[in-house]
T-cell receptor, first 115, second 114 residues
Framework: DVKVTQSSRYLVKRTGEKVFLECVQD?????MFWYRQDPGLGLRLIYF???????EKGDIPEGYSVSREKKERFSLILESASTNQTSMYLC??????????????FGPGTRLTVL | GENVEQHPSTLSVQEGDSAVIKCTYS??????FPWYKQELGKGPQLIID?????GEKKDQRIAVTLNKTAKHFSLHITETQPEDSAVYFC?????????????FGTGTQLKVEL
């Protein structure tokens, strides 16, 4: 069974803090993703990584950065958290495919509140 | 880039009835359309998908139809059960969308009432 785990289910931070969200997958997937989920907006891609140390911006990268030092781990970093970054954050992973149509496996999410 | 619209945002049906969720997409080059189901407290999970060379696909009580000309696709759930209650997301993948980067719809909260 594919397993994608996220370091925290709930997180409360203060405005201006540096925040790290960690994601680990155990299926040797090359691709890893970070999304944020907001009511009425669905899932929006923040960053994507297709290999160790490789990353691409998604649709809403502003205010975020990522790190992928090992294949199984993908970290999302909020350099200076702001209240508009209060959201549910979902990590996902998948094998690559020529057509890009492989299933993405999601973690349970981290609900981040920035006060 | 691709834009995916999903309707309705909420849907309430009686147990045993059918449910239909509709999505439209903007990029005619999109060629892969998955549906994900998100149960409470969990991440989304793929339940069915369709590729642009197929018009319909069925898996037990769920089916997906695709109309490439109109650029819309739909999820059909028959004989709904309480465990079908969840949030459903459609998505589209543009052709050449390297890296499996999907564009998701805004989600439909389905409630199956006893």
């Amino acid at each position: 069974d594919v397993k994608v785990t996220q370091s925290s289910r709930y997180l409360v931070k203060r405005t201006g803090e540096k925040v790290f969200l960690e994601c680990v997958q155990d299926m040797d997937h090359e691709n890893m993703f970070w999304y944020r989920q907001d009511p009425g907006l669905g899932l929006r891609l923040i960053y994507f990584s297709y290999d160790v140390k490789m990353k691409e911006k998604g649709d809403i990268p502003e205010g975020y950065s990522v790190s992928r030092e090992k294949k199984e781990r993908f970290s999302l970093i909020l350099e200076s958290a702001s209240t508009n970054q209060t959201s549910m954050y979902l990590c996902a992973s998948s094998f690559p495919s020529a057509g890009g149509d492989n299933e993405q496996f999601f973690g349970p999410g981290t609900r981040l509140t920035v006060l | 880039g691709e834009n995916v619209e999903q309707h309705p945002s909420t849907l309430s049906v009686q147990e045993g009835d059918s449910a239909v969720i509709k999505c439209t997409y903007s990029d005619s080059a999109s060629n892969y359309f998955p549906w994900y189901k998100q149960e409470l407290g969990k991440g989304p999970q793929l339940i069915i998908d369709i590729r642009s060379n197929v018009g319909e696909k069925k898996d037990q009580r769920i089916a997906v139809t695709l109309n490439k000309t109109a650029k819309h696709f739909s999820l059909h759930i028959t004989e709904t059960q309480p465990e079908d209650s969840a949030v459903y997301f459609c998505a589209a993948l543009p052709r050449g969308g390297g890296g499996n980067k999907l564009t998701f719809g805004t989600g439909t909260q389905l409630k199956v009432e006893l």
